[in-house]
Nanobody, 126 residues
Framework: QVQLVESGGGLVQPGGSLRLSCAAS????????IGWFRQAPGKERERVSC????????NYLDSVKGRFTISRDNAKNTMYLQMNDLKPEDTAVYYC???????????????????WGQGTQVTVSS
């Protein structure tokens, strides 16, 4: 059974850090395009970051550049999103996604990812 299981969300104060994890089962993340998306109440889902499958190149939403880092550990079949210096506007449900796609990750829309995690809530508040 193909599955992505997320963990690591929670409540954090502004300026704090969280690391989201997304463990894959039923398939190998190796060479897959991986992405992290988020959706805040009343807003559309947006891509936060992605990593290409063929060369590991990455892309970030402008508002998270320098604060968030996407990574993957092929040995653990797990992808991560390290989030530092969190801001209240980062509050959202975060989703991981993966798909076997050939091109650079930033050309793909969320609708082209076929494998999704269940979502994890990240709340940044004092």
């Amino acid at each position: 059974q193909v599955q992505l299981v997320e963990s690591g969300g929670g409540l954090v104060q502004p300026g704090g850090s969280l690391r989201l994890s997304c463990a894959a089962s039923g398939f190998s993340l190796n060479n897959y395009v991986i992405g992290w998306f988020r959706q805040a109440p009343g807003k559309e889902r947006e891509r936060v970051s992605c990593m290409s499958g063929y060369d590991g190149s990455t892309n970030y939403l402008d508002s998270v550049k320098g604060r968030f880092t996407i990574s993957r550990d092929n040995a653990k079949n797990t992808m991560y999103l390290q989030m530092n210096d969190l801001k209240p506007e980062d509050t959202a449900v975060y989703y991981c996604a993966a798909e076997f796609l050939a091109l650079s990750c930033w050309v793909y829309r969320d609708t082209e990812y076929g494998n999704w995690g269940q979502g994890t809530q990240v709340t940044v508040s004092s």
